[in-house]
């Protein structure tokens, strides 16, 4: 029996779920609510859907798995098949009544489709990343680029962790979980900065908590 008290078990479940904005905060800021709103992509069950998000929905994410996979000898049906092995953890970090719209295979496709969004920007090498930033731009033009490195911020527009690791791992053929860490804090950094040339702090971040995801990474 776990020795934690109820209000421990609580504060636990609520530190593994992708939280959404909470209505008090929404209210004070009427006049900015596009502040918590993603413009141009959802990331995740919560947004999924919208109208005005349906254009990069449909046409862009499709596009995003293809970049993603390139010239490598796995397919999409093989990421498929490593999120579904995954399935039950990605759904956990979502509020339920997200999530229970979907099925295993449904969701499946939504994390493939989303998490390839967040992964086209982060290697695994800088000439990778320099590829693809110009062909988004050159497919999207810079100002929907641009909102797409917005939304990937926002706290109710997060895809976790561990699927972009799954995935990054799948692709590159790599357990090098040190460097993936690295390359989303450095993708983490050039945004933060505006791709200034500023150096890079060397001190290691110490993780702890899950889910991890992107908005955790810009937090520290």
């Not at 078990?9 to 993603?38: C, G, L, T, W």
Request: hydrophobic share 40%; proline share 5%; net charge negative.
């Amino acid at each position: 029996m776990s020795s934690e008290n109820p209000i421990q078990m609580m504060a636990h479940y609520k530190s593994s779920i992708i939280q959404m904005v909470p209505y008090f905060m929404r209210e004070e800021n009427k006049e900015n609510s596009d502040d918590y709103e993603p413009n141009v992509v959802s990331l995740g069950p919560y947004h999924h859907g919208k109208e005005k998000l349906k254009f990069l929905e449909e046409y862009f994410k499709p596009m995003a798995v293809e970049l993603f996979i390139g010239n490598s000898s796995v397919g999409e049906d093989d990421l498929m098949v490593a999120i579904l092995g995954e399935i039950r953890c990605a759904k956990s970090c979502y509020l339920q009544e997200f999530t229970s719209k979907y099925s295993d295979e449904e969701f499946a496709r939504m994390m493939l489709r989303d998490a390839c969004v967040n992964l086209n920007d982060i290697g695994p090498t800088e000439g990778h990343v320099l590829y693809k930033k110009f062909w988004m731009i050159q497919h999207l033009g810079a100002v929907v680029y641009a909102n797409i490195g917005r939304d990937m911020y926002l706290l109710e527009n997060q895809v976790p962790f561990q699927i972009l690791k799954t995935l990054f791992f799948f692709i590159y053929n790599t357990h090098d979980g040190d460097k993936f860490v690295e390359n989303v804090e450095n993708f983490c950094f050039k945004i933060f900065f505006h791709d200034r040339d500023i150096e890079k702090p060397m001190t290691p971040i110490i993780w702890g908590g899950n889910p991890f995801t992107f908005l955790k990474f810009f937090e520290e």
